[in-house]
């Protein structure tokens, strides 16, 4: 039997991206997102219009994609509710997001540059994807967001997730990644710890606080 029913909340499972990119005044930034998907060389990332990293990935046309492993899901929650845009709307300060400038020690994680590209990597993160913008195209659904079309120009692995004898693979059972599904960090299968977000954003069945 299936119900028909108006779902508020469409994430069935998208892994978690820290976004890297420079701010107005060249400092780095990193925003913890997961309307993200590949083909090819390709991403496509949707952002919301309001957000810090829509305005840097405008201005500056590049970014870097980290992608946190499960095991960094309290660096990636730490960062959640925190925006680098000082001008918040209300209805995010009554989710309880607050400013933060500094993304990177919020998170406990490391800036690293970028070799092709000015925005910053996170040293911790597994994988690391340096990307150019090609393209902004507003949501037809959605005005309130932007799908950035991102063409991927150096990829960092680290070298224990690389199949043994090649130079261009990973390791799909070594590679354990951040899934973010309905607002809940999945990681090993199963879910890992409360989210900030959906605690933001009031979704129902999550995990109890913790103590």
Not at 156 to 184: A, N, Q, S
Request: glycine residues 10%; aromatic residues 6%.
């Amino acid at each position: 039997m299936h119900k028909v029913t108006d779902l508020k909340v469409l994430y069935f499972g998208t892994p978690v991206v820290l976004i890297g990119s420079r701010n107005e005044d060249g400092g780095a930034n990193l925003a913890p997102m997961s309307s993200a998907w590949w083909l090819g060389q390709s991403c496509v990332l949707g952002l919301g219009n309001g957000s810090q990293t829509c305005a840097n990935l405008r201005r500056e046309g590049e970014c870097v994609l980290n992608l946190p492993c499960a095991a960094q899901v309290d660096a990636v929650d730490a960062l959640a509710l925190l925006t680098a845009n000082p001008h918040i709307a209300q209805y995010r300060r009554e989710q309880g997001y607050r400013h933060e400038r500094d993304k990177f020690g919020a998170a406990g994680l490391t800036e690293l540059p970028g070799e092709l590209v000015r925005a910053p990597r996170a040293a911790e993160c597994p994988v690391q994807l340096e990307c150019r913008v090609e393209a902004a195209t507003p949501l037809a659904g959605n005005e309130g967001c932007t799908a950035f079309e991102v063409t991927v120009v150096r990829a960092h692995v680290d070298e224990r997730l690389i199949v043994p004898g090649t130079d261009h693979y990973v390791d799909p059972v070594g590679w354990d990644p951040l899934i973010m599904k309905f607002c809940e960090f999945f990681g090993e299968g199963r879910r890992l710890t409360p989210s900030r977000l959906a605690e933001g954003w009031r979704m129902p069945g999550r995990l109890p606080a913790a103590v």
